[in-house]
């Protein structure tokens, strides 16, 4: 069928073509055709559902303007429609009409409702009461009509499931997130993005909820829907299906959580990145956990209006609510632990306590890479100044993030992005492809590294393992460490430097550096009261490790001013300190208060 038209006229016309009415649709029904929309002024062109008892007609898609000299795939999810409906597909001519549209092979598939059979056995299968067919009981209490009779959404327990047709139900917005979803009726604000319909009732006039990507959302703004609380799944499996939307070209990311304890962001169920077209997908997720437990829904805006991101039909089978609360957790940083009976002394509180004398030092000779006590316990709960990770031991780098958890077992530190010890010998198959097979210290499968594995976590996760507080360090203080980047989605490597309130970052690499180690060298310098912050930050999936081996701090002693006068090789600095005369004027602060380079000399 086409219309060819040149002739302007000055109102603007419009072609119908409808369809014969339908009497219902199964719950996966699709309708696809070709169209051809091409001229100079060919106008838009959109199909319509026209639904018994409903006045305003639902907009299921549409073409705006010149598509080029070529047949174009339309598909359409019709979904379950109870009642009587209609097709029309309308063309616009605004005036001047300048072209040729086109429609042809239109095909509905999988409209029917499901056959009756004769018998339906099985724990697995549920047995529709007037239809008599015989479905999935996954498909049982999830708001969709899959007998066509009612009979699978029959005395369902209202408190596990919500289609939002009127508010949230029991689910809630989340106050520590950046915006919240919102609950709409018919298509998104912005075009080319979100749904046209809900997912319950497929018109206009279903609601649903959606995340609005336009300003004044910024990328990776996150909108986060929390679910009631549930009991523990016990010897049966909580199941969790819901329906959601995500079309748009700059879609990024819907996420749900699993979390035992209110106040965390809890652990990843399942995740979906970018566009999957124009359409309601449904989604069915497992959950078996011995505690008290909470969804979390989460939303993420891409870097661009087009993300709209829907929401619909969300339902639980086989769970109970739970009447309590979720425990929280402390979240106080657990120092290191310091033997309580210490020696005979009279040290101030700002000084420190050297273990085996008594003897008092001051606080900023504590950590600064030189021992100043006889037993060297000043140095001891200190990162080490060479670490090779052989013994398997971390040599005093920590995970900020894992110290805060450790108090509560509850959170499954197993798959979180984090920093852990690694070798060769234990990589599953494949693993070596992004992964290192030998370390550097002894260049075999048996030793150790340290490395982020990015088969845990999601795409952005960022993991940080740092030094204990570094007091004080000297003039040419530099870290050299190898690192191990291979993998077609590395994400990046920083090297950062941490104070008590601000963090600047001294080194980057991001992205496959190839199967090897590569040395690297940052400078520190003169600072005073900071930590070293290694950070790794996940790619896009599984084959990205990042890899750290042989982290050395050199030359990072601060200077010691001599009991004596300087010798006629050495420069007396303002500060009393002692260089060789060679580094005066070298652009370098080797005195430590810049006196070496002082342009009277």
């Given at each position: 069928m086409f219309i060819l038209k040149n002739s302007s006229s000055i109102i603007s016309e419009v072609a119908r073509l409808r369809s014969p009415k339908f009497r219902q649709t199964g719950s996966n029904c699709t309708l696809s055709f070709w169209y051809y929309n091409y001229g100079?002024?060919?106008?838009?062109?959109?199909?319509?559902?026209?639904?018994?008892?409903?006045?305003?007609?639902?907009?299921?898609?549409?073409?705006?303007?010149?598509?080029?000299?070529?047949?174009?795939?339309?598909?359409i999810q019709l979904g379950r429609l109870p009642h009587p409906f209609q097709l029309s597909l309308d063309k616009i001519s605004l005036g001047f009409y300048d072209g040729v549209s086109a429609i042809d092979d239109i095909t509905f598939e999988n409209c029917?409702?499901?056959?009756?059979?004769?018998?339906?056995?099985?724990?697995?299968?549920?047995?529709?009461?007037?239809?008599?067919?015989?479905?999935?009981?996954?498909?049982?209490?999830?708001?969709?009509?899959?007998c066509g009779d009612g009979s699978d959404e029959d005395n369902c327990n209202p408190d596990l499931q919500c289609n939002f047709e009127n508010g949230l139900c029991n689910w809630e917005q989340d106050v520590e997130d950046d915006f919240d979803w919102i609950r709409i009726q018919g298509p998104t604000?912005?075009?080319?993005?979100?749904?046209?319909?809900?997912?319950?009732?497929?018109?206009?006039?279903?609601?649903?909820?959606?995340?609005e990507s336009s300003e004044p959302r910024q990328f990776q703004d996150k909108a986060v829907l929390l679910s009631p609380l549930f009991n523990p799944s016990g010897n049966g499996t909580c199941i969790f299906r819901f329906h959601y939307h995500m079309f748009g070209k700059q879609v990024y990311k819907l996420s749900v959580f699993q979390r035992t304890v209110s106040n965390t962001k809890g652990w990843l169920l399942w995740y979906k990145f970018g566009n999957q077209g124009n359409r309601w997908i449904r989604q069915t997720l497992y959950i078996s956990i011995?505690?008290?437990?909470?969804?979390?829904?989460?939303?993420?805006?891409?870097?661009?209006?087009?993300?709209?991101?829907?929401?619909?039909?969300?339902?639980?089978?086989?769970c109970t609510l739970y009447s309590g609360n979720l425990p929280t957790i402390s979240t106080t940083t657990s120092g290191t632990s310091v033997p309580t009976t210490l020696p005979m002394n009279n040290c101030t509180e700002k000084e420190f306590v050297c273990r085996a004398s008594g003897?008092?030092?001051?606080?900023?000779?504590?950590?600064?890479f030189r021992p100043d006590c006889s037993d060297k316990s000043d140095e001891s709960a200190c990162v080490m100044e060479v670490c090779d990770f052989e013994d398997k031991n971390q040599c005093g780098w920590y995970q900020p993030a894992l110290e805060q958890m450790s108090e509560n077992d509850s959170i499954h530190?197993?798959?979180?992005?984090?920093?852990?010890?690694?070798?060769?010998?234990?990589?599953?198959?494949?693993?070596?492809?992004?992964?290192?097979?030998?370390?550097?210290?002894?260049?075999?499968?048996e030793g150790w590294y340290l490395f982020a594995d990015s088969s845990n976590g999601e795409f952005g996760d960022t993991v940080d393992i740092a030094t204990p507080v570094i007091s004080l360090t000297g003039p040419k203080c530099k870290i050299i460490f190898w690192n191990h980047m291979n993998g077609s989605t590395i994400g990046s490597l920083e090297v950062l430097c941490k104070t008590s309130n601000r963090t600047s970052k001294l080194w980057t690499q991001s992205g496959s550096q190839g199967p090897q180690w590569n040395r690297a060298e940052v400078f520190l310098g003169i600072r005073s009261n900071f930590q070293v912050v290694f950070r790794a930050k996940r790619g896009v999936s599984y084959m990205g490790d990042v890899a750290v081996d042989d982290i050395t701090f050199e030359d990072c002693s601060p200077l010691l001013i001599p009991g004596r006068p300087c010798t006629s090789e050495e420069f007396t600095c303002a500060n009393k300190y002692c260089i060789p005369k060679d580094n005066l004027c070298d652009f370098v602060n080797d005195c430590a208060d810049n006196s070496d380079e002082n342009p009277t000399i």
């Open positions: 100079q002024s060919v106008g838009a062109a959109e199909m319509q559902l026209l639904m018994d008892g409903l006045k305003e007609p639902t907009v299921l898609w549409r073409a705006y303007y010149n598509k080029g000299n070529q047949w174009l795939k339309a598909v029917a409702l499901p056959p009756p059979a004769l018998s339906c056995e099985g724990p697995d299968r549920f047995w529709c009461r007037d239809t008599k067919a015989c479905i999935d009981s996954l498909l049982v209490c999830d708001l969709v009509d899959n604000p912005t075009i080319n993005t979100g749904p046209l319909k809900d997912h319950t009732t497929g018109t206009a006039g279903g609601h649903y909820l959606y995340m011995s505690k008290p437990f909470q969804i979390l829904v989460k939303g993420t805006v891409g870097d661009g209006f087009t993300g709209d991101i829907g929401l619909d039909d969300v339902s639980f089978l086989g003897r008092c030092i001051q606080m900023i000779q504590k950590c600064d530190t197993t798959n979180i992005f984090k920093w852990q010890l690694g070798r060769g010998a234990n990589l599953y198959p494949g693993q070596e492809k992004h992964c290192p097979l030998i370390d550097h210290t002894t260049y075999t499968e």
